[in-house]
């Protein structure tokens, strides 16, 4: 089944422990982005990937890093949580190229910074 | 900032009523343009999507898009309670290699039986 996965699907932190959000889809897909969702101000993208070692900047980046080492991973990471990055957090994937673009999200991680 | 904007409702309907969903995007360079549905608690699924001037339908929704007044709306026609969701506007401008996917805040959607 096509799919992404994100883990884990809750998550309480205390600030300041760095922790990590993974993120994998298995259709074979070039682009994968990280998006936060907070209360009234719908979806914001952190970081997306064009490819394997490419890495940009979303509306949102600050307090987060990203890598994309393989093709299908794509993991978020607090170095340092505070609790403004309490949210929702998405992980989404698509096809590169062409205007028609769908992106698959996944199940989404709901994280508590205490 | 690439901006979408979007009424934040909420928005009620009876049931077998057209529902209109609008949008209205800062950039016009924008190419495509989508509308996801999320219902609480889940993640957003794609309903449409359009990048040319005019009217696509796809059962009972139509998405309907104006570049030059920089618009976009999605219209439900006979809703039905298992439409009540939050419907997300999305604007993608594609430069060169760069690539971004701008949401608005979603307009929450609920059908009255």
């Known amino acids: 089944e096509a799919q992404v996965t994100q883990n884990p699907r809750y998550l309480i932190t205390v600030t300041g422990k760095k922790l990590t959000v993974t993120c994998s889809q298995n259709?074979?897909?070039?682009?994968m982005s990280w998006y936060r969702q907070d209360p009234g101000l719908g979806l914001r993208q952190i970081y997306y990937s064009m490819n394997v070692e490419v890495t940009d900047k979303g509306d949102v980046p600050e307090g987060y890093k990203v890598s994309r080492k393989e093709k299908r991973n794509f993991p978020l990471i607090l170095e340092s949580p505070s609790p403004n990055q309490t949210s929702l957090y998405f992980c989404a994937s698509s096809n590169t190229g062409g205007r028609d673009e769908k992106l698959f999200f996944g199940s989404g991680t709901q994280l508590s910074v205490l | 900032q690439k901006e979408v904007e979007q009424n934040s409702g909420p928005l009620s309907v009876p049931e077998g009523a057209i529902a209109s969903l609008n949008c209205t995007y800062s950039?016009?360079?924008?190419?495509?343009f989508f509308w996801y549905r999320q219902y609480s608690g889940k993640s957003p699924e794609l309903i449409m999507f359009i990048y040319s001037n005019g009217d696509k339908e796809d059962g009972r929704f139509t998405a309907q898009l104006n570049k030059a007044s920089q618009y976009v709306s999605l219209l439900i026609r006979d809703s039905q309670p298992s439409d009540s969701a939050t419907y997300l506007c999305?604007?993608?401008?594609?430069?060169?290699?760069?690539?971004?996917?701008?949401f608005g805040s979603g307009t929450q959607l609920t059908v009255l039986p």
């Open positions: 950039d016009r360079g924008s190419q495509s």
């Open positions: 259709m074979n897909h070039e682009y």
């Open positions: 999305a604007v993608n401008t594609v430069s060169g290699s760069a690539r971004q996917l701008t």
